[in-house]
Structures are given as structure tokens and as C-alpha cells.
């Protein structure tokens, strides 16, 4: 089977770099969706990074936009703040502008000081000794989801184990009622998702139709927590912190979204990108199985390998010159995390796979700087304990087919990937 998608994959690089290197970069839009549903983008940026690592398109479903594909330039941009706005009211952070009169704030689409203070409403979730208790917790549950896998069956990695496992942390951060967690799968995936007759809602209004009813739901839990002395759930946090409790509904939905999101996708689709890097890479997934320690280096690797959010966005606040190119006021720029995390120039060997990497932290995939992503410890915590579980139960879980990857230029996600645990 290896074998098989194998050449198929060859097969499809080698069509999409003989394209990527055949068309003018005045034509290239690397931001595409269908090359990350295809994963063929990879030799877009190559090019970019070598040809033109700050580039312009001109004309995209999103509109014209830059890229900024090599890692260093990425962390300028990143901690320019001067100059490139993170702001709701400007676009927000992906190549793709919400219609105006629905944009929302969260503290990762503010600038400074409102981003600040109400990032750190959360941050006690985050703490050391938080996570220490959340640990507990986690293992029993990743257990549990792992001794009721079928064994010799095929079955989706994504669904029985990504989603119910980070659905399952979700609520456990909310205090969301348990039987109506998979309702935070969905109402990640109606956020992030791109509307189309093939995407999880067909129009733009039957997105926003899903997410009031996402925000009519929290307000009902909302205000039970206001009136109820001060608990450990991040609901309860802002409802009871001086810079969140007075949000208006913009605000609060757009908080409540950023949660649901960074909580769900980013793990569940490293989780499942776990899995399948290792069926690439057989030899690195038979060193961890004999040196089950190098979890500690493996979980930052393939966090890295994956980037499960290809890009962040900025909005130029003035006119700026940046690596010679001209940028305008009111200009979107893209940093391309997925680029940035297999440039030649800051990371040894970027398209290997290393579990045992030297500096296995050196990326890009939770930002940088005062945006970084808030929630970086328990992502690591939950991949490493699941890690842990698996390698206690099984010698290999393989991988049988090509995933189904999301049709999206900012998730780069797994919507299947077909799996079977030999008996």
C-alpha cells in the first residue's frame, strides 16, 4: 500500500513543480485553496523563497495580497506592529476578509494595548501547575478513546481519535455540557471554512446562521457563569475579568470562535498529521517505538512538519518598504508559516522528517511574538500524552490511503485519513 500512494504522491509533486516553475511569478497565487486541498503547493513557495520571497498577487479570490515566504522576513513582519495591523476592522488575520458588516474582534485580530489585556484573561488556563491537573485528565481520556479502537478494521483516524479527543479538551476548558461537545467541531469548521457547494456550509449566510446560534448558546452558559462565583473554565475567566466581562456580541463571538478554533483544529490536525508523517517515514516512527523518550523532541517536529495554520495576515497601517518591494497603505500581507518552516536558510534538512531534531522548536507554527499562540503548552501536552498512550498499546497504527485534505488556504487540515491497528 505504502508503495502504491507513494508513487502517486511523486507523481503529483513532480506535475505541480514543472507548473510551479513554468509560470511567470507575476501570475502565481500561491494562496490557491485547491493546492492545499491537492498538497501541491509546496513547490510554489520553493520557487518563492529562492525567486522572489516577498511577492505580489495581483488577482485572487481574495483579492490582491503579498507573501512573505522566508522565516526570517516572517518574524519581522510578525513584530512590526508599527506598521502591520492584526485588526478586525482592517480584515482581520487570513487572506480571507470577512464581509465587512460581519467582522469580529478577538484578542489575536487587536492591536495593542487591547490585545493584551484581554489575551491575558485566559492565560491562567495555561499555567504550569494548570496543566499539570489537566494532564490527569487527558491520559484517562486518550486511554479510554485508544482501548476502544477497532483493531484489524479500518477506520478514520480523524473522526475516532483527532476530533473526539480535542472536542473531548474543549469542553473539559469551557465547561461545555458533554453531550453537545461535537457541537464545537462543527462550529470550527463553519468559522474557518471557505463557503462553496463543496465546503461545510454552502453561502456566507448560513455560515453566520451557525455561528449565532454558536453565540446564543455561550451566552445562555455566559450568563450562569457571571452569576456564579469566579471558576477555572475559560468562560468563567472572561466573564469575570474587568477587560472581557463587558464585551459586546462582536467581541464576544469573536473570542469564543478564536478559542474553539486554536483549541480544535490546530491540535486535531497535528494529531492526525502525527500518524501520517510517521507512515512517511517509517524508519523515524521505528526509532520512537524503540526510544519512546524522543516523544519530547518528535511532538515540536511534527508540529513543525504539519503547520496546521498555513498562514497569519497583516494589514499595512502606512506605506512601507520592505526587502526592497513597495508596500502600500492598506495592503494585505500574508506570512506563510508553511513556507517559513521549510526554508532552507533557518532550518537543517526542512522537508525531512527528524524526530530527534537538534532544535525541533525552530518554527513558525504558533506564531511569533505578542500573537503567539497563547495555548502552545497544552497543544504539546495533549500530543505528547496521546504519543505516550499509543506506544504503550500498539506497534503501528498504518496508514491505508491518501487523507482527505480541507479545501483551504489557512486550516491545512485532514477532513479523513484511513487507518488500521494490526491485531
Known sequence: ???????????????????????????????????????????????????EPVHYCRDSVFGPYWSVTKYNDIMDIETNHAVFSSAASLGGITIRDAPTDLRRESF??????????????????????????????????????????????????????????TTQMLAVLFDFPWEDRRKLTRWSDVATTLPGPDGVVATEDDRQVELLDCASYFARLWKDRINQPPKSDLLSMMAHADATRDMDPKNFLGNLILLIVGGNDT??????????????????????????????????????????????????????????????????????????????????????????????RTHLSFGFGIHRCVGIRLAELQLKIIWEEILKRFDNIEVVGEPKRVYSSFVKGYETLPVRIAG
Open 1 to 51: 500500500m505504502h508503495g502504491t500512494i507513494d508513487a502517486v504522491q511523486d507523481a503529483n509533486q513532480e506535475a505541480a513543480r514543472k507548473h510551479a516553475y513554468s509560470i511567470p511569478l507575476a501570475e502565481m497565487n500561491p494562496g490557491d485553496p485547491e493546492l492545499f486541498r491537492s498538497d501541491s503547493f509546496w513547490p510554489y513557495f520553493d520557487r518563492l523563497r529562492k525567486e
Open 108 to 165: 489575536i485580530a487587536m492591536d495593542q494595548p487591547r490585545h493584551s489585556a484581554q489575551r491575558k484573561t485566559v492565560a491562567p488556563m495555561f499555567t504550569p501547575t494548570h496543566l499539570d491537573q489537566l494532564a490527569i485528565s487527558i491520559r484517562q481520556r486518550s486511554a479510554e478513546c485508544l482501548d476502544n479502537l477497532p483493531v484489524n478494521d479500518v477506520f478514520d483516524f480523524v473522526d475516532q481519535v483527532s476530533i473526539e479527543l
Open 267 to 360: 491540535t486535531r490536525n497535528t494529531m492526525s498529521g502525527s500518524i501520517y508523517a510517521l507512515s512517511q517515514h517509517p524508519g523515524q516512527y521505528r526509532k520512537l517505538r524503540e526510544n519512546p523518550a524522543l516523544i519530547d523532541s518528535f511532538v515540536p517536529e511534527v508540529i513543525r512538519w504539519q503547520t496546521p495554520l498555513a498562514h497569519m495576515r497583516r494589514t499595512a497601517l502606512e506605506d512601507f518598504e520592505f526587502r526592497g518591494k513597495q508596500i502600500r497603505k492598506g495592503d494585505k500581507v500574508v506570512m506563510w508559516y508553511v513556507s517559513g518552516n521549510r526554508d532552507e536558510a533557518v532550518i537543517d534538512r526542512p522537508y525531512e522528517f527528524i524526530i530527534d531534531r537538534a532544535r525541533p
